[in-house]
């Protein structure tokens, strides 16, 4: 029988809370108010000097082409990174599922990529699609595909959507997996008993039972599209070519740290916040009356 744990007082309770509440002031309430603070204010590069100048700094992002040009490539790779990482998480999960032999150590090399740096997945891909060294880019280009991700904006996006997709695939899967063999074979052999076919059953069983588990993973995986996947898009494009794959967070990046526009910067970091929590938000005001639990 399961013991129920009953603080006598409110001070250990607070104790065990305050570290995590520490650091959550520290590097995130604390930044945040710090970057509403600037984004209202125009500086000089070196902050010598500042003026309060309010909403302008917003007004100047929101009619910046440059700035709509990026949340359209944000858009188009957010939605694509979390489609994509997804499906294959899925279907990897469903067949490592099944009863297999050494199925335990293919599980386990799947969620290894999980620990890879997002600037050490874009070097692999790198060394696999580069044009001349790679090789997938030559053997392409031996073959009379013209492939050149530097020169083709195209071909960058896709590039940089495919190495980000891959780096979430083995966090997703893990959740795809657990989800999977929560699942009561009883359920699964009635429906067979009924002649469901396998794929009949995924879809009118399994695919329901997993609605929570696969939305929480779409809100997880659009936030770490508009965030976590930085460090791929600079290490294998730079937002290049002609900032096709310059996506929001790394468009705050050029202008904050290499343009040292702090103010324009900060308010795009703002305005960046508001969308994902807005984004959630939607979510789960829509998408969750969807979900049964």
Known sequence: MDKKVVFRGTALPYALLLPQLAITAVFFYW???QAIWQ????????????????????????????WLHAAGNTVVFSFSVAVLALGA????????DKKLRAA?????????PYAVAPAVAAVLWLFLFHP?????????????????????G????????????WKQVAYNFIF??????????????AAAID????????????????APTGFFLLVVNLTYAFFETFGVIHSLTQGGPANATETLIYKTYIDGVQNLNLGSSSAQSVILMVIVIALTAVQFRYVDRKVHY
């Open 31 to 33: 930044p945040a108010a």
């Open 195 to 210: 002649g469901a076919r396998p794929v009949r059953r995924f879809w009118t069983v399994v695919f329901p039972l997993l």
């Open 104 to 112: 335990q150590a293919y599980r386990t090399l799947l969620i290894w």
């Open 132 to 152: 001349q060294i790679g090789l997938i880019g030559r053997a392409l280009n031996k073959a009379g595909i013209a492939w050149d991700y530097r020169l083709n």
């Open 89 to 96: 998480a899925l279907f990897l999960a469903v067949q490592a």
């Open 176 to 189: 795809f997996l657990a989800g999977l063999q929560s699942i009561p074979q009883s359920v699964l052999e």
């Open 39 to 66: 984004s209202m204010l125009r500086e000089d590069a070196f902050g010598l000097s500042q003026e309060f100048v309010g909403a302008e700094n917003y007004l100047d992002v929101l009619r910046d082409p440059a």
């Open 154 to 165: 195209g071909q960058a996006m896709t590039l940089v959507i495919i190495a980000s997709a």
